[in-house]
């Protein structure tokens, strides 16, 4: 099987998982019991954090946060800051963000809460103008994500903190850097200074699903979003989940060492996937292509055909990958992102998403190179909308 979906999970890395099994089997214990055989796995899930506050570069570990995934940290940030300071009530967030954040601004939006939802240009990117104008004395939180998880598109979050901190100190920033984590520079003390909160999933950069992080600048309001225990310094109640947040660190080290490396491939690997699959179809988006991006991810629709067929006979011939529609009363929705992106009608529903992890490896992408464009091929032939004597789009469906 050739596994180009991972953007959205990854394998657990070997290291990480054996560095997490003792606290499944012999070091079970509650961290929060007095016996030293606990204490020493408190003493861990420290060290656990100090290793991930550091490489955040966090001015304390107290900073940081463990949750359950980055959905988790997404909505803390939201429900903290809307109950720490109510009489603020206005945010701002992009259209293209994950639902994770979506969601939660619609729902804010039902109680009352003012949304800017900053659009998007062909390419993927923000335009500083609608954001600089959006900017109010009342508003509470900015949360846009580092990268997208569909086309990988990097919002410039060092320029857009520092404007919304230089409009007013007031003014909230949050990122969601859930793609973005170990894959991009990311330092809390330097390019990302003028950012209060920061989300991330382990699952994203091979340690387990399960569990992930969120930064808390120090100073900034935020009440608990799981109220409970005293774990997390009283910030989020119940008992943590030990060996995952071990693996988390674990697979931070691992990142720290082979970073460069891996992602000088990765990036070669997906130019040489972009450049043959465009040598060998023709009528194609590279969705985000003109914008900056992960090195790791190429977003590609294909005129006149569905990337759900495309899914389906990659999947059948041991190819994963993924497409960003989303089945939403029983019919299939085209991505919000593409759709915000403006992709014209007839690739809207076409796009499929390979996203690469460090295991990749240079036949799996020839492999993909030459079934894809076959099964592309196959299904344009059965396409209504694809005019097989031309060999392009019909003259009605021309883009
Ligand atoms: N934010 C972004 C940008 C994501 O890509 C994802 C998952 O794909 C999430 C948030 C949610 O992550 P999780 O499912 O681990 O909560």
Known sequence: MIYLDSNATTAIAPEVLETMLPFFTTRYYNPSSAYSAATGVAQEIRKARKTIADFLGMASPKELIFTSCATESNNHVFA?????????????????EHPAVLEVCRDLERFGYDVTWLPVD???????????????????????MHANNETGVIFPIEQLSRIAKETNPEILFHTDATQSMTKLPIDLSDNFRYVDFLSFSGHKFHAPKGVGGLYIRRGIPCRTFLTGGHQESGRRGGTENV?????????IELAEKTHDEDFARMESLRDKLQNGILQRISYLEINGGGAPRMPNTLNVACHCVEGEGILFQLNESGICASSGSACTSGALEPSHVLTAMNVPFTALHGSVRFSLSRYNIEEEIDQVLDRFPKIVER???????????????????RI
């Open 80 to 96: 903290g800051v809307t109950k720490s300071i109510p009489q603020r009530k206005h945010i701002i967030t992009t259209t293209v």
């Open 243 to 251: 060996p995952f947040i071990i693996g988390m660190a674990k697979a």
């Open 379 to 397: 299904l344009r032939a059965i396409s209504s909308g694809w005019d097989q004597s031309k060999n392009q789009p019909r003259a009605q469906d």
């Open 122 to 144: 062909r390419y993927g990117n923000l335009r500083i103008k609608d954001y600089v104008q959006a900017l109010r004395n009342d508003t509470l939180l900015v949360s846009i």
